[in-house]
């Protein structure tokens, strides 16, 4: 019997976890958890009724309480998809104010194991790729593969930037991106540790297919000594 394979990719604000992480797992037919989605999620459900708090405010054990109570992971094809008071809203936890609130939520130990916990849930039932923050150091140390994407600052700014402007972004707008993300790596450093026995991508000069080859060659070999284990 094949067992459930975990491969855990972690990595800096605007490395690219989600999107490689999603192309992996299309690419190897397995589940894809985003566990920033739920930091994100827990984030979108407290605000709709704190909007006028300042995040510094917010009493952890309410958050906590909200998130319980109106966040939850519902699966779809190839994902497990946050829904926020019964309904999807992957756009609303993916806007500005979530965004400028999240790495606050984020540094709050309960929520951390709230997320954690969903997470585990996930992975010990399904061929998952897991990506967001110590994953493979924390959450997940038993992963069968685990990766680290690194990429240069102004890289990872004008990448973002691409994404969000949909077009070619000016060296201004880069080098003020660039100073967010330096700031944010900062702020969420004590969230993003790297494993020991993880494998290092630098992707500052990769497309993202050729990261997702990277990763999905090393995917298959230890799939394939899964595979060899279980039929010993």
Known sequence: MTRHVVIAIDGPAASGKSSTAIRVAQRLGFRHVDSGALYRAATAAYLRESRERDVSDWPEAEVLG???NRVRLEPSERSFV???DG??????IRGPEVTKRVSAVASMPGI??????QVRAMAASHSVVVDGRDIGSTV?????LKIFLVADPWERARRRLLQSLKR???APEIA?????LVHRDASDAQQS???TDAVVLDTTHLTQSEQVDRIVALANVVTQRTDDTSRS
């Not at 309904?87 to 609303?92: I, K, R, S």
């Not at 951390?112 to 916990?117: G, K, L, Q």
């Open 66 to 68: 909200t998130a319980r």
């Open 82 to 84: 946050p829904y926020v």
């Open 87 to 92: 309904a999807a809203a992957d756009e609303e």
């Open 112 to 117: 951390r194991s709230w997320v954690n916990e």
């Open 140 to 144: 997940l140390p038993g992963a069968n």
């Open 168 to 170: 070619e972004p000016t």
């Open 176 to 180: 003020e991106e660039t100073d967010r």
């Open 193 to 195: 540790g790297q494993a």
